[in-house]
């Protein structure tokens, strides 16, 4: 596996990447209480091919009276274990928001120990929807298209092409 040193990628670098099982992708999204429609929704309407949702409400100390705070390790790699991650695995995290929540997973992930190959994604190739990223917020209506699989990273960018 060869050493990336930049802790941000492009869309490009992880569509050169989307079938390496080695690669994990986590979709690590966070909107303030009330904002709607919630994170979850948004990762289930689209999402990059083969991410999984973290969910920042869930993996924290809840005995914590402030939001979010770093979970025990045990807590934590329970929950990564049930996402499918673990060692031996090169993350990239991204948010729908500009490295917003995503930076803070990249943290945790640091903090707990995984100190290499942790990456996030670049939020003006999230935005620009290119390479298997979701359009839904650049189409912003019912044309937005649900990306999950290679074939439909592929549509999308003939769509999104065709658009310009």
Do not use: N
Not at 44 to 54: K, S
Not at 56 to 81: N, Q
Not at 122 to 131: H, M, N, S
């Amino acid at each position: 596996m060869t050493t990336h040193t930049d802790p941000l990628v492009s869309t490009e670098w992880l569509a050169a990447r989307l079938g390496d099982p080695k690669v994990k992708i986590i979709d690590a999204s966070f909107k303030m209480p009330g904002v709607l429609p919630l994170p979850i929704d948004d990762y289930l309407a689209a999402h990059i091919p083969g991410a999984v949702f973290f969910d920042i409400d869930d993996i924290c100390d809840e005995t914590s009276p402030l939001p979010h705070m770093l979970p025990h390790p045990v807590k934590f790699s329970s929950r990564m274990r049930k996402l499918g991650l673990g060692d031996g695995s090169r993350f990239v995290v991204y948010d729908t928001e500009g490295l917003y929540s995503a930076a803070r997973v990249w943290w945790m992930l640091r903090a707990m120990g995984h100190d290499s190959d942790i990456f996030a994604l670049t939020i003006d190739d999230v935005l620009q929807g290119e390479a298997g990223v979701s359009i839904t917020a650049v189409l912003g209506d019912e044309r937005a298209l649900k990306i999950t699989t290679p074939e439909d990273v592929v549509i999308a960018q003939a769509y999104i092409e065709e658009q310009r």
